[in-house]
């Protein structure tokens, strides 16, 4: 069992940056792989930025390249996402995610665990 608590969220100004944290319960941390996801109203949840579970592997949406990253401290149990030159298109609830895997997967329903989720918003 895995409990994930994200943390970071608020409102921002477009150009603006945020950094979540999901810190997760649990003595086993670094055997899961980890995943950002984000969900706006009336969409579907979508993967953000996911991270293997050395840590050494990266994986970003296409949409987010550049802009956001994901890292990890195992030695916290706390994976982070930085978000720079935020955009009103970025705006939705952010969830963490993981998976008891080497690579983290981009689809939702392959994650085990959940967060309950952050809100992110962006003004133009």
């Known amino acids: 069992q895995v409990l994930l608590v994200e943390s970071g969220g608020g409102l921002v100004q477009a150009g603006g940056s945020l950094r979540l944290s999901c810190a997760a319960s649990g003595r086993t941390f670094s055997s899961y792989a980890m995943g950002w996801f984000r969900q706006a109203p009336g969409k579907e949840r979508e993967f953000v930025a996911g991270i293997s579970r050395s840590g050494r592997s990266t994986y970003y949406a296409d949409s987010v390249k550049g802009r956001f990253t994901i890292s990890r401290d195992n030695a916290k149990n706390t994976v982070y996402l930085q978000m720079i030159s935020l955009k009103p298109e970025d705006t939705a609830a952010y969830y963490c995610?993981?998976?008891?895997?080497?690579?983290?997967?981009?689809?939702?329903?392959?994650?085990?665990?959940w967060g309950q989720g952050t809100q992110v918003t962006v003004s133009s």
């Open positions: 995610a993981a998976e008891r895997t080497l690579v983290p997967p981009t689809n939702p329903p392959a994650y085990d665990y």
